[in-house]
């Protein structure tokens, strides 16, 4: 049988999703506690790598079992053996033609940024500290110039191993409350650092180093070396993804804090 669940992770301690050889992974110590469970060794895939130090709200995974368990069974029985920063939220049975990266339609990040002079100490590895004065208004008015179909060559890591930089930025936005800044992106699919690239590059704009025309001068000129810094990972969440509604994927509430 083929199971769908939903991860939520703290990634601070970790590698990143992906498991390693080197170091430890979110995607490693799920499937070691799933395997206890089944009693068989499984192995998951998911909807989104996420990098070291990024968090997860809503990851989804898949993966096969012929092991006899109701969902409870699993879901206890998992979390009882993963570590206090992993959980799984949900998990129920999916048709064969699912897939968590091949069905998705869409995937949706947050980049949360603490705008203030003095550093963060109890969230300090929750959000992006940034003690310089930030305009949000215009830092909305340049992530505009990205929606829709774009080559994001610019905002592409040196080491992305995707075929091409082609994707389709289908929502946008960038929010004040108080001294939280939230950056909200969803798309078909993102590159290797794209999120953390835009949001370096709205520093620029929100400080107003540069205008926010800038943002369509990054996508025409193709080139990472004239973008903004790639912003900190610990402000970084994977808040959810997409399926068409034939899947009948519960939907991810958002837990009650940094305005998810």
């Not at 301690?13 to 110590?29: K, N």
């Not at 799984?88 to 897939?99: A, E, L, N, T």
């Not at 929606?147 to 082609?166: T, V």
Request: charged share 25%.
């Amino acid at each position: 049988m083929k199971y769908a669940a939903c991860i939520e992770y703290d990634g601070t301690a970790y590698y990143g999703w992906q498991r390693l050889s080197h170091g430890p992974s979110v995607q490693a110590e799920v499937e070691k506690s799933l395997s206890k469970v089944g009693n068989h060794k499984i192995e998951l895939t998911c909807s989104g790598r996420t990098d070291s130090g990024v968090h997860g709200i809503g990851q989804i995974v898949h993966f096969e079992s012929d092991a006899i368990r109701d969902q409870k069974a699993w879901k206890m029985g998992c979390n009882t053996n993963l570590p206090d920063d992993i959980t799984m939220r949900w998990i129920q049975p999916v048709i064969d033609d699912f897939h968590a990266r091949f069905s998705a339609k869409s995937r949706r990040y947050r980049y949360i940024i603490i705008n203030q002079v003095t550093r963060p100490a109890i969230i300090y590895n929750k959000v992006c500290w940034f003690k310089d004065s930030l305009d949000a208004d215009l830092m909305h008015q340049a992530a505009q110039m990205l929606l829709g179909e774009n080559d994001f060559s610019s905002f592409r890591a040196a080491g992305c191993q995707a075929k091409h930089a082609m994707r389709e930025l289908q929502e946008i936005s960038v929010s004040r409350e108080g001294q939280y800044i939230y950056v909200d992106i969803i798309a078909n699919a993102f590159l290797h650092h794209m999120v953390r690239n835009i949001v370096g590059s709205l520093f620029e704009v929100g400080k107003q180093a540069k205008a926010p025309e800038w943002f369509s001068e990054l996508l025409e000129i193709k080139d990472r070396n004239q973008a903004g810094i790639t912003a900190p990972a610990c402000g970084l969440y994977f808040v959810s993804v997409e399926y068409p509604v034939e899947f009948d994927l519960p939907k991810v509430s958002k837990p009650p804090f940094f305005g998810f």
